[in-house]
């Protein structure tokens, strides 16, 4: 884990990253790359690369690859849909915590040092630059027309149309942490954030808006939105929300554990997925939450992508692709 300290309108409090055990960042060095030859879970065969000090946060796929991105600029790259994966590190080891598609096909990605990494479809050449945040950058996400958005601590709010060479600064002026950032559709976007604050805009982000609230407690640590009306967010204790009209009031959908959720997705058919700490693997089928099939890792889960028969799940050492049959769409 990687922790820090920011200070919010309650005072001071710890903002945590789960990236390795007592690691300076991009220093590439520290007791979580020892044993690197030992192998995490993928779905590989004899020749698993995955290393048990990986600890990817994100997946994302185009139509060529898929791509998870981790601690110490690890990446991985599976061109056969998840069954197995080829692992890089950028050289400067940076700790990758998000990851998008834009609309060419290409990737971006985000490391916690407010960094962004541009690479071509096929995740092969990697770019970086600096974006010029005062604060922590937290979420990524990148629209068809290749604009590139993040979002951090103290409201950052930032964009580029350009691979990061310019950015355009909406930040809000108050002391938040906005975690989440998506766009569902070319004009349709939303961001969440602590306190419960969801932001949308109807304009490709020209201009944003206060939505409902999530709850003034509630801390969502993952979003996914399905189109302009469908999205699901996750968080502490287990607590996933759902809203079924763009963000403007969200209703709790029982939860099937206790433990944090980390990543969370919609299905096109309405099935949501979550997963969260501690191998924490869950879908919501026809108004019913079940455990995920496969063999689900017992280790941190962060980062989720559907593949065409499949749910890829990144996490700690774990790069798992498990089958998804049809079910029953959630009420």
Known sequence: ???????????????????????????????????????????????????????FQAVAGNDRRFVAVGAYGVVAVSSDQGKTWVRHELSTAPALIGIAVCGDGGFAALDFAGTLWRSDKDAEKWQS??????????GITCTPDNRIWVVGARGALLSSADSGRNWRDQSLDEDIQLLNIQFSTPSFGVVTGEFGRTLISRDGGASWDQAGSLGETFYPYAMHFLDADRGVVGGLAGVVQETRDGGHSWRTLQSPSPAPFYGVLMRPDGQVIAVGAGGAAFRLAAGVWEALPGDVPKADLRGLALTRNAVLIAGTATLAALPLAETPAAN
């Open 1 to 55: 884990m990687w922790e820090t300290w920011i200070r919010n309108r309650n005072g001071w409090r710890r903002l945590v990253v789960a990236l390795c055990c007592a690691v300076t960042l991009g220093a590439g060095t520290g007791a979580c790359r020892k044993n690197d030859e030992a192998a995490g879970t993928a779905a590989s065969g004899p020749a698993n690369p995955i290393r048990r000090s990986d600890r």
């Open 129 to 138: 630059a600096k974006i010029p945040a005062a604060d922590s950058l937290l």
